[in-house]
């Protein structure tokens, strides 16, 4: 505000006069100026939010937040974090079960992490994922055995332990203060209807499988266990670990396989769930590796009439790799997933 401002001399003569009459003016204007730059940051901010809103997923921001489709989007985040973590694989047959994974450290200064776990001395449990997750949850399966055989002095059915997982991976995806376990893990088990091998999702869903794998690149393993599983029901306790061992190393792209970088972990008959040692593991890889990387399921076809020496000494199948060099591979371990 300045003398022109006012319609009469004697105002101009009044401002001009008493310094307090003009700081209070000056300041009126100072206060007018900011708001109208505090009017134009907010409109600038607006139309940022707007931009920023465009370019992403409004519906992801909770878990029970339904989008249009009918998705739960962070349970499907859950799902992708699975697919992240290192390959695990299971089978079983009428009398064992057998649980492999690898174990790949990041680094050379560090130790892998653990992926396979006890449960009981029926039941073990195979993760991909989030270890951390895939940890509390094997913790709270073994106290779940062990109030079982407290209370009742037998041991818990592997699908009723497998019903209480689902129950409470489902309940934290109807939980806004919670998120889902982004952790997937093969349940395997003998008890007295059997051998079982059970998928348990993030989702709260569950699946019992005669053979599957999950993780990084399981794709490739499971091409070769759609190919092979209608042998597993008769196969002996070595033949499903050699099986187990191909399927693993399908998920190594080229890689070769040592007993370094997986774990083998087997429960029967008779036989309480263990670890096998590097030893063992080893002299089994280098035994297919000698015999010509055939897999222990294949027998060679009896010659035709006719037919000369080559053809009754050919393979019955050739490698299960060729088959999967189409099959994508993941982007690679989530950082969390080590």
């Known amino acids: 505000m300045s003398p022109n401002d006012f319609k009469t001399g004697q105002d101009a003569k009044h401002w001009a006069e008493d310094p307090r009459v003009r700081d209070e003016h000056r300041e009126r204007e100072r206060e007018r100026e900011r708001g109208d730059t505090y009017k134009f940051v907010e409109s600038i901010h607006f139309c ?49 079960v057998v649980l492999a994974c690898v174990n790949k450290a990041n680094s050379e200064l560090s130790s892998h992490q653990k992926k396979i776990f006890k449960v009981d001395d029926h039941i073990g449990v195979a993760i991909a994922g989030l270890t951390a997750d895939g940890r509390v949850l094997s913790r709270y399966m073994r106290n779940e055995c062990i109030n079982y055989s407290y209370t009742y002095e037998s041991p818990l059915p592997v699908g009723r332990l497998v019903v209480q997982l689902a129950d409470k991976a489902q309940v934290c995806t109807q939980r806004s203060w919670k998120r889902p376990y982004g952790v997937g893990l093969l349940v395997g088990g003998l008890d007295e209807s059997g051998a079982h091998l059970y998928y348990n999702c993030p989702s709260g869903n569950y699946f019992e499988y005669q053979a599957f794998a999950i993780g990084s690149r399981s794709q490739a393993a499971k091409t070769y266990l759609e190919r092979k599983f209608e042998s597993f029901v008769d196969s002996s306790r070595e033949n499903l670990i050699k099986d187990a061992l191909f399927a693993l190393r399908e998920t190594l792209q080229g890689e070769k396989l040592t007993s370094s970088i997986c774990t083998i972990s087997i429960v029967g008959v008779g036989e309480a769930f263990h670890t096998l040692d590097q030893e063992t593991v ?57």
């Open 282 to 338: 080893q002299g089994l890889i280098n035994e297919f590796e000698v015999v010509g990387e055939e897999p222990p399921a294949d027998e060679a076809a009896p010659p035709e009439q006719g037919a000369g020496t080559e053809a009754a000494l050919a393979p019955a199948a050739p490698a299960a790799a060729a088959a999967d060099e189409g099959a994508p591979a993941d982007q690679g371990v989530a950082p969390m997933d080590i």
């Open 48 to 96: 940022c939010t707007i931009k920023f809103t465009m370019f992403r997923n409004q519906y992801d921001t909770d878990v029970t937040t339904w989008s249009p489709a009918g998705r739960l989007f962070q349970v499907e985040y859950a799902m992708e974090a699975v697919k992240q973590g290192s390959a695990a694989i299971g089978l079983r047959s009428k009398t064992h």
